[in-house]
């Protein structure tokens, strides 16, 4: 293909020598150019018709170009190929609270907010389960700002940090509100979910 920057030359080329009136003069200022073509035997069309190829001024210029970009590209892009972050899976409240997710395990759960600390970026969910009542720490520096609704139910999605005091914090990605969810509905799907997961892994 011809280059915006190799058109350019060829009508200046053009305008300097004025009229193509000979082959001659076409292929010379193709050659200027840094483009060559090629016709096969028997082939009679004009060489501005013909199939062109590179020539090999043009075929220097790429080499440059991408040897320019290659050092242009920070090593660490070329060394640690970019992955998208793992999509969580679901956990009960009372299984985060318990110390059944691993630590940097990408989770999703739910809750209640009954506080919101903004000075520190914290906001405790609660969810009850049976006659006990369990809480969960999130930390919200990433998905801040956000208008928090304290007594609504959310569901939030990030990596479950121990800290050194024994306690755990989700770094959340995705905090959401919503508020109306049938809650015994969400628990029943995230169960028959599992009961799939594990049917289909038995028989693989």
Not at 50 to 67: E, H, T, V
Not at 99 to 104: A, E
């Amino acid at each position: 293909m011809i280059s915006i920057s190799q058109c350019h030359a060829f009508r200046r080329l053009k305008h300097k020598s004025g009229a193509l009136s000979s082959t001659h003069t076409t292929l010379e200022l193709w050659k200027h150019a840094g483009l060559s073509f090629h016709r096969p035997r028997g082939m009679t069309k004009h060489p501005l018709t013909a199939d062109l190829k590179p020539g090999p001024l043009l075929s220097m210029n790429i080499g440059s170009s991408l040897r320019h970009l290659q050092k242009s590209i920070p090593n660490h892009w070329r060394q640690e190929p970019m992955t998208l972050p793992k999509p969580g899976i679901y956990y009960f409240p009372w299984e985060v609270s318990a110390g059944q997710v691993p630590d940097g395990g990408t989770l999703r759960t739910f809750g209640r907010m009954c506080l919101y600390n903004m000075t520190q970026s914290r906001v405790t969910l609660t969810a009850q389960h049976g006659s006990d009542q369990h809480q969960i720490l999130v930390c919200t520096k990433l998905v801040e700002p956000f208008q928090a609704q304290v007594g609504s139910l959310y569901i939030v999605l990030g990596e479950l940090e121990h800290q050194k005091d024994g306690d755990s914090v989700v770094k959340a990605r995705v905090l959401t509100c919503v508020e109306g969810l049938n809650l015994p509905l969400l628990e029943q799907a995230i169960g028959e979910q599992r009961k799939y997961q594990r049917e289909r892994g038995s028989t693989q």
